[in-house]
């Protein structure tokens, strides 16, 4: 036998049990559980981007023919003729509405959903914590609806006293100007019962982010002085800053999908009525547009029509959830 | 732990045995003989000619809305009387209906207008001609319930109006907008009009009331309606989804107006116009709407009984505003097992004793001229 330094026989030997050299003993269950496991994980996240893409190309594949007949400006015009063979439709009066009555129900259900979750996980006993979270996801269960059905006839009945205060205050202003629709089928009233119908999706993940903030950053912020807002102010917000925009971004996503109960509450407007900017008119939104005439697709180019409508609802939420993702990840650059 | 998990197998299996058993009860006794119904539905069908024994099967029927009730009654009394036979009815719409029907996919239709002969706009062939080729053989309409369009409106003080298609036409496309405009005042003499604005309601949703209202007022007013006709709406107004959508605006607004069927504006309550089309006013009822009816003209060949509405008529004591919803079958059917159940069907919907229930639930009897003409085209069916 030979002495080389830094050579050892004893790799070139197999084991007492008769393992090759460097195979180990194979006590853990080693490669094929990481295989299956990674092979599912990764099998699952390649279905979701698939099934969303067969989505996009089957709207694309629909929408792209009534597009390329369609005489008017697509996204400015406010007309809606898809019966006749001069095809013109526009989604300006569309986009606007589904545009302001998201925008004014996730400014109303942001502070709250997050105002509840901070009680929630920072103010309220023990005792209470659990009850009124299950309250607030019972929210959830209450069918759209019931939540239409509601809100014109309970909601609507208190909304104008509302709206009347706010057209005296504001109705200078585009936003506020009266539009002759009665107050209980308004925009307005329509942000209000989606408000409640994003709430409890706000207030379930956000509590779920506040619930995970390091107790070290909240004990080393009380031990440095701090009230209990200025606590939650420098320790518990800034670390769910990215849960609180994640859960936004699926309120949003329900706010502008929701269907049945923008049908039931808002007035729709008649062909040729001027345009408004105001949030107290009638209108449609694309889920409700569509939806109200879907038994009724005679062509496939009136189904594209409609479809081309769906395109812009996908991509407005597809667009506005990429921003979301950008800032969340420049604000995780700064964190921890 | 083994003595646990043998507790929880015996809970387990004897849920399971429990259950089995009460599922087993209630599942329902459809294995009772054609024979035992036959003297039962014989009598009760009150019409039928043909067949002897009740037939079984299961039909399956889909389209519109507007006949949804008076389906649903006729289909609950067929089947008490014909407890082997099963029909069912999806009220999906008139357009889905005869997108179904074309396609094959149902026994039969039911469509608000008949099936089309002109071309829509980026599909082959006319809707006559794709269910003709789908049946193989020609497709007919026949014409089954009569729903009245009532103008309901909600006036304080004002329980009785009349209206001509030239004042309902301005009212309907804003150019009237208050109710004491002298127009209106002019019909109404002896009325108290109030000063309030009119507030008119329409149907958000594609319709077939919406249809027959506009082709009403384009028919009977054609200088005041220029609009176009159609299942959308042309003229003015607050869109509200469904008929109970515009019934329940119209009731919760003072000077609320709106089209809707006869049964929605009895139930809530609402005013209902009385329509004078050149021979006096007309209250809405059933057998002023059979007159109406009546009046029309066959635009179809042999069995195939398409209705062209005369909307300007000014038969007596007729009511013009009205839809019919059509069945419509393959004259020779794709199955023959089904033909005898669709003909003991057709033939129980169109028989005077369920046709006279019907006007309980806002619906016309058909009249007695196209009754019989609807009781030919089934007695044809193959």
């Known amino acids: 036998m030979s002495t080389i330094t830094g050579v050892s026989t004893v790799d070139e030997l197999p084991d007492p049990e008769g393992h090759g050299p460097f195979e180990g003993d194979r006590a853990s269950t080693g490669r094929l559980g990481d295989r299956l496991f990674g092979g599912t994980a990764r099998g699952a996240g390649v279905l979701v981007i698939a099934m969303v893409t067969l989505v996009a190309v089957f709207l694309l594949s629909q929408a792209i023919p009534a597009l390329a007949a369609d005489k008017v400006n697509f996204f400015t015009s406010t007309q809606w003729n898809v019966d006749a063979t001069p095809l013109q439709f526009g989604i300006a009066n569309l986009l606007w509405v589904t545009v302001l009555s998201s925008v004014i129900a996730m400014i109303i259900a942001v502070p709250l959903g997050v105002g509840v979750a901070l009680f929630i996980t920072q103010y309220a006993p023990r005792w209470l914590s659990r009850p009124a979270a299950s309250l607030v996801d019972l929210l959830a269960a209450v069918p759209s609806i019931v939540y239409g059905l509601w809100g014109l006839q309970v909601l609507g009945t208190h909304m104008a006293g509302i709206q009347s205060v706010l057209e005296r205050l504001f109705g200078w202003f585009p936003l506020f100007q009266d539009a002759g629709i009665d107050a209980s089928s308004t925009v307005l009233t329509v942000s209000v019962v989606l408000s409640i119908m994003v709430l409890p999706i706000v207030t379930a993940l956000s509590r779920e982010v506040f619930a995970q903030t390091p107790t070290l950053h909240k004990e080393a912020a009380l031990a440095l002085g701090a009230t209990r807002w200025e606590m939650i102010r420098t320790a518990v917000l800034p670390f769910g800053k990215p849960g609180i925009i994640s859960a936004a971004m699926l309120g949003l996503g329900r706010a502008l999908g929701e269907t049945i109960a923008v049908m039931v509450i808002l007035s729709a407007l008649a062909d040729g009525t001027p345009w408004s900017w105001s949030m107290f008119n009638g209108g449609e939104t694309f889920a409700s547009k569509i939806a109200n005439n879907a038994a009724e697709f005679d062509s496939p180019q009136k189904a594209g029509a409609f479809m081309a409508a769906g395109l812009v609802l996908f991509t407005l939420t597809f667009v506005v959830n990429a921003i979301a993702r950008v800032v969340i990840e420049r604000r995780k650059v700064f964190a921890e | ?382």
């Open chain 2, 1 to 382: 732990m083994k003595l646990q998990s043998r507790r929880q197998l015996a809970s387990v299996t004897g849920v399971a045995l429990v259950s089995t058993l009460a599922l087993a009860g209630c599942g329902s006794n459809n294995n009772t003989t054609a024979s035992s119904t036959a003297s039962s539905s014989a009598s009760a069908a009150g019409g039928s000619s043909s067949s002897t024994a009740c037939p079984t099967g299961t039909l399956n029927g889909e389209g519109s809305t507007a006949q949804k009730n008076a389906i649903q009654q006729v289909i609950a009394d067929y089947q008490t009387t014909c407890s082997g036979a099963t029909v069912n009815y999806n009220a999906t719409g008139s357009g889905a209906g005869v997108k179904q029907f074309t396609a094959g996919q149902v026994d039969f239709g039911g469509s608000d207008s008949s099936l089309k002969s002109t071309p829509t706009a980026g599909t082959t062939g006319t809707e006559q001609t794709n269910a003709d080729k789908t049946c193989g053989s020609p497709a007919w309409n026949l014409p089954m319930v009569t729903g009245p369009i009532a103008v309901a409106y909600n006036l304080k003080g004002v329980p009785k109006l009349v209206l001509t298609p030239s004042v309902t036409a301005k009212i309907f496309n804003g150019a009237i907008t208050t109710w004491n405009d002298p127009a209106i005042a002019a019909i109404n003499k002896g009325v108290t009009l109030p000063a309030t604005p009119i507030k008119i309601f329409f149907r958000s949703d594609e319709s077939g009331t919406t249809d027959n209202f506009t082709k009403y007022l384009k028919g009977a007013a054609p200088s005041d309606w220029p609009a176009a006709t159609g299942k959308k709406w042309t003229g003015k107004g607050e869109g509200k989804q469904a008929s109970s959508g515009v019934s329940n605006a119209v009731k919760s607004t003072d000077g609320g107006i709106t089209y809707t069927e006869w049964s929605y504006a009895k139930d809530d309550k609402l005013g209902i116009a009385q329509i004078d089309n050149g021979a006096g006013p007309v209250v809405l009822s059933g057998p002023a709407v059979s007159k109406a009816v009546s009046a029309a003209r066959q635009t179809g060949a042999g069995n195939n009984i398409v209705l062209k509405l005369d909307y300007a008529t000014k038969v007596p004591g007729a009511y013009p505003i009205l839809l019919v919803t059509y069945e419509l079958v393959c004259s020779k059917a794709k199955s023959p097992a089904k033909v005898a159940l669709l003909k003991s069907f057709l033939t129980t919907f169109a028989s005077t004793g369920e046709q006279t229930k019907l006007q309980d639930i806002g619906y016309a009897p058909l009249p007695a001229s196209i009754q019989a003409q609807v009781n030919t085209a089934i007695a044809a069916l193959s």
